[in-house]
Nanobody
Framework: VRLVESGGGLAQAGGSLTLSCEAS????????MGWVRQAPGKEREFVAT????????YYEASVKGRFSISRDNTRNTVYLQMNNLRPEDTGLYYC?????????????????WGQGTQVTVSS
């Protein structure tokens, strides 16, 4: 299993970034995918998750309405569109492969993670 995130960078508050995660080494369309983030000095926290078929996305409360998770099963890629960014969105963002097809917010429901991509939002 290999997960490679990209698209992170520096953005101003109110700006947008789109993260991508390209997957390989497994049948991508079979498994849920998710995004988590970790800010300096804080624990990793759930951000968003999506079912294997691309439906029923679920979001952490602070990003709901600003972030959108999607996937392209023909490209083995999951995306995180982030709009109206806030300084508190700063962190290292990781994508994860779910154990099953159903989306889940718990870290225990994921068995592989990428190396992460840094997002920094300035005020």
């Amino acid at each position: 299993v290999r997960l490679v995130e990209s698209g992170g960078g520096l953005a101003q508050a109110g700006g947008s970034l789109t993260l991508s995660c390209e997957a390989s080494g497994f049948t991508f369309s079979t498994y849920a995918m998710g995004w988590v983030r970790q800010a300096p000095g804080k624990e990793r926290e759930f951000v968003a998750t999506i079912y294997s078929h691309g439906g029923s996305p679920y979001y952490e409360a602070s990003v709901k309405g600003r972030f959108s998770i999607s996937r392209d099963n023909t490209r083995n890629t999951v995306y995180l569109q982030m709009n109206n960014l806030r300084p508190e969105d700063t962190g290292l963002y990781y994508c994860g492969k779910g154990l099953f097809g159903s989306a889940n917010t718990l870290a225990i429901a994921y068995d592989a993670w990428g190396q992460g991509t840094q997002v920094t939002v300035s005020s």
